[in-house]
């Protein structure tokens, strides 16, 4: 996890490139597969089940939106595509999605490199070496990168049910308090998950940290005041929610459809 380590001496510029990689490859994507106008309110988290430094975005992404051509109201179409963990595709082709991260966070990347913005310390003493960045890159640039695309809960479910499932996200540290067994002076033992299936359940099982190590892992995850958690885009961003919000009305009631019935998809 070379971001991830990178971050903790780059906290604010890590997150850029996650959000705004991210973004921009689910606009690319988005419009190219789908061609309607697309929003997201994304959430960063930095850790794993094991409280390890682990940063990552949550996205919530409409499954539909405002055609780009002539303003009609458009719903996804996903098509089926090898690799596909679900039996109901959603979206968009989360294999174009993930190359299409990787690319535009890896550029960003390199861009803060030359522009001397980015600080090594530690392990990552090395990067400071041409040669050792480059090998790097190369490393991650060959690594296949997430990009887990969920539907709703259901074919019925609501906006407000998806929305509930991102709100857990939003609150709370790295760890509650009904997944710690133990604590004392000694060792602290939390449920945490086990295996490597990504965005699918995995059983979760004891696991004991030495009580310094469980501290030094959770202090890993406070953040600055100054670094924005919680960033809204394209049609919900601030500059553009109003006038998206009134396009989006306005293809809705030419198509007939009651907006409260329009659900929303996860993208993490």
Known sequence: ???????????????????????????????????????????????????????????????????????????????????????????????????????????????????????????????????????MIEHIGGQQWVSYIEPPPTESSRAEHVVRYLTRYLTGGPISDHRILSADEQEVTFLAREGERVGGERKQVPFTLKTPEFVRRWCLHIQPEQLTKTRCWGGWSNTRSAAYREQCLAALEESAIDPAGEVSGDCE
């Open 1 to 135: 996890e070379v971001l991830s380590a990178l971050a903790l001496g780059n906290r604010q510029e890590i997150a850029e490139v996650l959000f705004t990689s991210a973004w921009k490859a689910m606009k690319k994507t988005i419009t190219q597969e789908q061609g309607f106008d697309p929003a997201a309110l994304m959430v960063l988290h930095t850790w794993n089940q094991k409280l390890e430094s682990h940063w990552h975005v949550h996205a919530l992404v409409p499954g539909c939106g405002p055609d780009l051509v002539d303003g009609s109201w458009d719903t996804a179409n996903a098509p089926a595509f090898e690799g596909c963990q679900d039996d109901r595709p959603y979206l968009v082709d989360a294999i174009n999605l993930r190359r299409s991260f990787r690319k535009f966070a890896i550029a960003h990347l390199q861009r803060l490199r030359k522009r001397g913005k980015l600080q090594y310390g530690g392990s990552l003493e090395s990067l400071r070496s041409d040669a050792q960045w480059d090998a």
